[in-house]
């Protein structure tokens, strides 16, 4: 699965040590090392001795700028204990893949070259991702030692299923590179919303005109996605309400699919109750075709007229409902931002919302990056410089966890 999202910007001038065994899936160790680096962390290769049947270690090398560990035992004027150094600096560590022997070392306790020395030192956060023939997988061994890792607090990342190299169907294979960076990314961050439910809409609506045509706006749904994965890395349990939209569901977030602003109606209130923070980031279409004509509209007159009627306003009609929880919405306007914002605010019973003016250079609609100011009820209001959504997502979440009185 691809994410499709900007990665976060939690790994930035991150010390990463990836450690790389000796599997047919050490060539994904490369892409592994490319998206660290292009998520602006500090990486450091390791290899064993048989990986380096599978990749050479100049290849790391010339990926991360960084010389690659592969022997306990270096020479020359500036020799060091790097595995100590390094294990002294780092901020998390990766092995990717970890092959059964391995995984068997580090259980053990067993240190005899240098990334089994490296990681009995090591005391920051320690991901293990398995890769193996499916029946090694599932051995005894392998599955107790596993355990024991896990039961050590490492952090182990199931294995995906399907065709290995080898001809066997089942689990084994190595994750994309992409959702071992977005794990490495939950492990690495606060887990400040531990027990909190946070149901998040995102993406646009569909209003559909005839069989072939709708009304709908440009909102790509990256903002919603991204504070939805926000939440997640930050230990809440996620729902996420989309509208159409081409993006990947976020891990471990439960995703529900509508297209029209009728069925995310029918979503949210089905569920709205169960949830301690709700945060509204979709664009629902406030009106859509008086009637949804049965076949395709043909083109023979000039003009054609659409008579539209108002779609329920989901934001009012939770305001009006909720209790105890925190309801967030979000404001995208072309101008006088802050009366609207704080209009909607007041009318639509809001705890916060965010506003931003869409239309701008890297602020709106399909743009990695936003430009918002927070208004919160009690009348105080944040203006943020220019973010990746992710911070802003985070900052939201900052801004959220006050609110609840969870500091």
């Known amino acids: 699965m691809r994410l499709n999202l900007e990665f976060p ?8 040590v990836l450690g790389v065994c000796g599997g047919i899936a050490a060539y994904k160790s490369v892409e592994l090392l490319r998206l660290l680096v292009k998520a602006d962390a500090n990486v450091r290769t390791i290899m ?3 990986a380096q049947w599978f990749v050479g270690p100049i290849t790391f ?3 991360s700028g960084r010389s690659v ?3 306990l035992f270096e020479k020359g004027e500036e020799a060091t204990i790097k595995h100590i150094d390094w294990a002294n600096e780092a901020d998390a560590v990766v092995v990717a893949p970890a092959t059964a022997n391995i995984i068997g070392k580090l259980a053990n306790g067993i240190a005899d070259d240098p990334l089994s020395t490296f990681m009995t030192a090591v005391t920051a956060p320690v991901i293990i991702c398995p890769s193996m023939n499916t029946h090694m997988y599932e051995s005894q061994p392998v599955q107790r030692n596993l355990g024991i890792l896990k039961g050590d607090g490492k952090f182990v990342i199931t294995p995906d299923s399907g065709t290995l190299a080898c001809g066997t169907i089942g689990p084994g294979r190595l994750p994309d590179p992409e959702d071992i960076v977005d794990r490495i990314c939950s492990y690495l961050a606060p887990k400040d919303f531990t027990g909190c439910k946070v149901l998040v809409t995102a993406g646009p609506t569909q209003e559909p005109i005839d069989p072939v045509r709708y009304i709908s706006n440009p909102s790509s749904g990256k903002m919603g996605f991204t504070v ?6 930050r230990g809440a349990s996620v729902t996420l309400i989309s509208g159409p939209c081409h993006l990947a569901d976020p891990n471990n977030v439960q995703v529900l699919r509508v297209e029209s602003a009728h069925e995310m109606a029918e979503a949210v209130f089905n569920c709205a109750a169960d949830f301690d923070i709700i945060i509204k980031t979709a664009a629902v279409c406030d009106y859509r075709p008086s009637t949804q004509k049965a076949q395709k509209i043909k083109k023979q007159k000039d003009t054609l007229n659409l008579k539209l009627e108002k779609t329920q306003d989901i934001l009012l009609e939770l305001g009006q409902r909720k209790n105890k929880q925190i309801l967030v919405g979000f404001a995208a306007e072309t101008q006088e931002l802050e009366s609207y914002a704080q209009g909607k605010l007041s009318e639509k019973n809001l705890d916060m ?4 003016i869409v239309g701008s250079e890297g602020s709106g609609f399909g743009a990695n990056t936003n430009q918002v100011t ?7 209001n944040k203006a943020l410089p220019m973010l990746k959504k992710d911070e802003v997502a985070d900052k939201l979440l900052d801004v959220i966890l006050k609110m609840s009185n969870r500091l």
């Open 353 to 356: 919302i965010v506003g931003n």
């Open 48 to 50: 064993t001795e048989n």
């Open 69 to 71: 560990l592969t022997s």
């Open 374 to 380: 927070i208004y919160c009820k009690d009348g105080s």
């Open 61 to 63: 090398e010339a990926l």
């Open 9 to 16: 910007s939690k790994l930035t001038n991150k010390n990463i």
């Open 228 to 233: 939805a994965r926000a939440a997640e890395y």
